[in-house]
């Protein structure tokens, strides 16, 4: 009976699904009535002596605590009889019906993008079933615990997006483990159950299809075409073969960047939504190396990171994918308005995570971030003093201006800044005419920018984090579609020198995210650079085989930095 216990106690402990609440399209448990019935079986008591004892012997206030009680409930509700076995006529233990159907979906995890050996683990092999009570009982808990990682893992993915980066601010959508055992031992169709668990984004189904595509044809992978300069028609570079080749052009040897390569590059540059402007830089140049034969890793880390998004996106929404330099207005999952964005350089990189936009400030004052107070504004002022002014910005202390010529600068260090700064609307002002606010503890918000130009590169990554839209205004307009007394004409009337505060009357559900492959509506899969290198950390830690070098977009030019979100 010492073995069973401790069998028991280690398999409960070191299940790792997530809080028992309800969850989407499964039936929740009424927690308020528990019933620990009288087991009726000899396997049924060894089923409760091993799950009192882990329950009963962990400490309270933990997550051993937590997991075994959830699974002493359960059972108790049951009689404790096991929910995967079954005994048979002539007295032998078999799986049920619901096991073997749930094996078969360990065994096709690949499918799903999935590890089959995280749920196939030794603990549930078949040969337990002719073992004593022992191992049936370890079986029987084993196999719950099994399932339950597979729920979580089809649900919210393998891999704690915390892991690869603390920007990567998303959060875990619960399972109710308890109701979902009972509907998997009750259901003929266990996979249709399971099924449910997983996203439904068309995305990241059309992802599923093209794994599966990828696997049936086992296609091979080209070479990729090389990191170097940015090449400008009548330049010459040793990878122009090797881009013809890509681009289906009749074989040259040439190394002259000529203009029949150069027409061939802006067609395809129009149908991945760069810039069309036939300077190969680093976007075309990573949407060449996978924009032709996606790796098989890149589909599977991208449909790791749909496992990551919320499961209902909202039916009116605002998505920036973050690697592709775009801001979208979605209704239903289809795209109404598209435009540009400027995000954070790689040092200042753009959060991931989901809000709701809930204000529009028009004539927005700037209230400059702490970081860069302390990394440019402080060192500007104490080597000037008329800085503030000049940048139309106001000095504050406790709140209230005071005049940067009557403060003693002798007793002030850029690391002893006693000061907020802000600054005032106007032309010049970081934010332009007006941001989208949805307040979070990243302080990152959308919002216009007087610094025009760097729409019209292919990489835009130059802000300190927030996101600037190319066009707030026609933006703004689209976004407020629901709003019946919101418009771009209504927004403009109130341009002037004091900031407005615009609330609408529905919260607009807005993700921030991170894709380096994107399907559109008619099936094609395109893909962006690795910005940050979130696609390369989670592919490493997936444990996948990336035979290729990982396509991160290195910054073209050099530019100088501004003092702007």
Known sequence: MNKVLVSLVALVAAITVV???????????DTSRIVIAPPQSDLARTIKTG??????????????????????????????EPIWLTEQANGAVAFSSAANKIITLFENAASEGLNPSDYLTPEIDAARLSGDGVELATLETAF????????DHLHNGRI??????????????????????????????PAKILMQLEPQHREFQALKAALARF?????????????????????????????????????????????????????????????????????????????VATRREDIIANMERWRWMPADLGDFTVFVNIPEFRLSILRHGKEEYTTRVVVGTTKNQTPVFSDSIRHLVVNPYWNVPSSIIRGEIAPAVLRNPGYTDSHNMDLLYNG?????????????????????????????????????????????????????????????AFSHGCVRVQNPLEFADALMANEPNISRSSLESMFGPSERWVNPQKQIPVHIAYFTLRVDEEGSIRSYGDLYGHNEKLIAAMGLDAVDPPAIIAEAETVPQELSP
């Open 51 to 80: 799950l009192s004892a882990a329950y009963y012997g962990a400490r309270p206030d933990t997550r051993a605590h937590e997991e075994a009680q959830r699974l002493y409930f359960l059972y108790g509700e049951r009689h404790f």
């Open 215 to 291: 696997e049936q044809s086992n296609a091979a992978r080209p070479t990729p075409i090389g990191d170097g300069p940015v090449l400008r028609p009548g330049n010459s570079d040793a990878r122009l073969p090797a881009i013809r080749a890509r681009l289906k052009l009749d074989a040259s040897t040439s190394q002259l960047y000529d203009a029949l390569t150069v027409d061939a590059i802006r067609s395809f540059q129009e149908g991945q939504g760069l810039e069309v402007d036939g300077i190969i830089g680093p976007a075309t140049v990573a949407a060449l190396n996978g924009g």
């Open 19 to 29: 809080p028992s609440v309800s969850a989407q399209q499964v039936a929740s448990l």
């Open 400 to 460: 209230a201006p005071v005049s940067p010529w009557q403060v003693d600068w002798t007793q002030v260090s850029a690391s002893n800044f006693p000061f907020r700064v802000r600054q005032r609307p106007g032309a010049g002002n970081a934010l332009g005419q007006i941001k989208f606010l949805f307040p979070n503890k990243h302080d990152v918000y959308l919002h216009d920018t007087p610094s025009k130009s760097l729409f019209s590169r292919s990489y835009r």
């Open 160 to 189: 704690n997006p915390q892991s690869i980066s603390t920007l990567l601010d998303l959060k875990r959508k619960p399972i109710n483990e308890a109701a979902l055992l009972e509907k998997l031992a009750q259901s003929k169709d």
């Open 144 to 151: 719950s615990a099994a399932t339950m990682r597979y729920a």
